[in-house]
């Protein structure tokens, strides 16, 4: 008797159910983590975990509502029946809005935006002088000292390390340049100073 009260509702017409489930992606049988599922009478619902999972009391017969953004909203009818306890697998598609292109100018129109870029007049001082400072081999050879190796830089310095141990040439990132005349003769002569 406790059982059967436990699993009625308050009013004792429609019994609760344990309503849970997987949410997945339309493509892939992956779930969809961050999900919304919600009984929107009630006012009650919960999210979906890291592997698209969830779980929730409802009323048998209640609408369920599963939202997600990306994705169309689906709506699920809770069954009616002796089972206290529904399970089910949710397959949301998605869905992609198209926005109409939207044009920011600082100007009311084109035409009045191009007669003020054509009458604007820079000073060509403040251009040289500018450019100038930018160029200036001391600060851009501080600029190159002080600049941290990355992540890329780091594994590249690595496998040449691992490849070619204890040659410099490699090391230091120089190796045979194929267009360089001086560096063809060179190999000539090395090979036929092998051949002898």
Do not use: C
């Amino acid at each position: 008797m406790a059982a059967s009260h436990f699993a009625t509702s308050q009013g004792g017409k429609l019994p609760l159910v344990q309503f849970s489930g997987i949410v997945v992606g339309g493509d892939s049988l992956y779930g969809i983590p961050g999900v919304y599922v919600y009984v929107r009478k009630a006012g009650r619902g919960t999210i979906t975990n890291d592997a698209g999972y969830f779980s929730m009391a409802t009323l048998a017969g209640d609408s369920v509502k599963v939202n997600a953004l990306g994705y169309k909203e689906k709506v699920i009818v809770v069954p009616k029946s002796d089972k206290n306890s529904y399970t089910i697998i949710v397959e949301l598609v998605e869905d992609t809005t198209y926005y109409p292109i939207v044009e920011i100018f600082p100007y009311p129109t084109e035409e009045v935006f191009k007669q003020a870029f054509l009458s604007l007049q820079l000073p060509d001082q403040l251009f040289y002088s500018r450019s100038a400072s930018n160029l200036n081999p001391y600060i851009l050879q501080r600029m190159v000292m002080n600049y941290a190796m990355n992540s890329n830089e780091n594994y590249k310095y690595s496998l040449r390390s691992q490849l070619y141990p204890g040659s410099p040439a490699y090391i230091s990132g120089v190796n045979f340049n194929i267009l360089n005349p001086f560096a063809w003769s060179s190999l000539i002569k090395q090979a036929r100073r092998r051949k002898n």
